[in-house]
């Protein structure tokens, strides 16, 4: 049974209420056990309307619930307080961390991707031992704020690299800055190869450089999650062409082993789901694999031919159109599927899964269908970048059609509207004098919270902002 948006924002008939909780089967719960968040007291849970209805922002920039506050912490086109060169374009996967031990308390520490193409408006400036690529565009930067989410720095963090999309942190308080592209050296003026991971250190990025994790694949990255237990590490492919992306895992030589540790190598293996070449084909939530199979990837490097056309054996290997967000809870990691067509190629459509898999019990259950669209201006379409919400559940940055939103999960499986972005896109048709049907967002991208979980820091896409977002998150 799938969950259309106006079924599971639908709480005032037992309709809604009955299909959101059979789609969740209970796992948004067992998303918070062994986490920091299950070590503090619980909160209860969100009512049927989440936070209450979103307010609309004066300024135009973001419509929040009541008693809910934002500060702009950065925006495209700023300089950067560094004095390396103006705030790059395309804002887009995100992590905080804490302040460094010893270090002044309370201070958070965010490491932004920008997910910058050759055409760019603002790359992201090359600063000497930090880049890759003199000719790549993207990169991450690193800001440090004081307890009041005032920003006191702003810098580059990683340069020369390419459509930086999504990535992760881990257990080491590193992020993981993923490319999401396969172009070669001579391709796009490219003098490198491109589709690598690679680590950087917030709080001193000349730590980590700029040096690609090669055993990890070369691919278009999307995210990655750690298990915090034995250091694995789990990486989505975003393919925009059939065959369509695969669900990694890297198992390193040296795990948990801290910064730089990652270089040492590793053997990167993909998910095999018995009998099923194409994860779209599985519609019902709750529906569990038992024993899937990782298999070893031929040429991680794709030195010849891109991951995954390449010969997985007889049994072939599952794909997936779009998949996105990856994130480690409890004993699991958690992926998304954003959404897929069979007009592009996929076996069947849907409108978004969210995918478990449980490494002790080598298990596969898809958590949660979207289905039908239905209203543009609510939410619930093309879940993208996915973290844990303080309060109980997710939080799941939309990355679809019509107006754009951080909608919440809460642990009864019901989904709410948290952030609508008010920041109307100029298309083609405005700038030339007319009025488009329909108005255009930019999507939100690098949902995270702060470590003391008070605060959410978000990005707007386009035009790039980057928020800090305060309010009674534990109500």
Known sequence: M????????????ALGASIA??????SVSELFAGTAAAAEPDAPPLGRGGYGPLVPDPDGLLDLPEGFRYRVLSREGDELRSGEGRVPSHCDGMAAFPGRAGGHRGRTHLVRNHENRKDAAIRVPAVNGLTYDPMGMGGCTALELDSGNHVLSERVAIAGTAVNCAGGPTPWHTWLTCEETEDRAGTNGYTKDHGFIFEVDPYDPRRTGAVPLTAMGRFQHEAIAVDPRNGVVYETEDAFEKPFGLFYRFRPKKPLGGIGSLRAGGQLQALRVPGVPDLSTIQEPG??????EWVDVPDPLARQT???FQDFGPGGITHAQKLEGCYWGGTSVYFVSSFAKSADGSAADHFGQIWRYDPDRRRLTLVIVFGPETDLQLPGESPDNITLAPSGGLMVCEDGNGAQHVFGVTRRGEVYAMARNRQALTSAAT?????????????FAGVTFAPDRRTMYVNCYTPGTTFAVTGPWRR
Do not use: H, K, N
């Open 2 to 13: 799938s969950a259309t948006r106006r079924q599971l924002l639908g709480r005032t008939g």
């Open 21 to 26: 909780s059979i789609a969740f089967t209970g």
């Open 431 to 443: 700038a030339a004098g007319g009025t488009p049907e329909e108005p255009e967002w930019g999507e």
């Open 306 to 308: 891109p991951i995954r």
């Open 287 to 292: 529906t569990t694999f038992d024993r899937v």
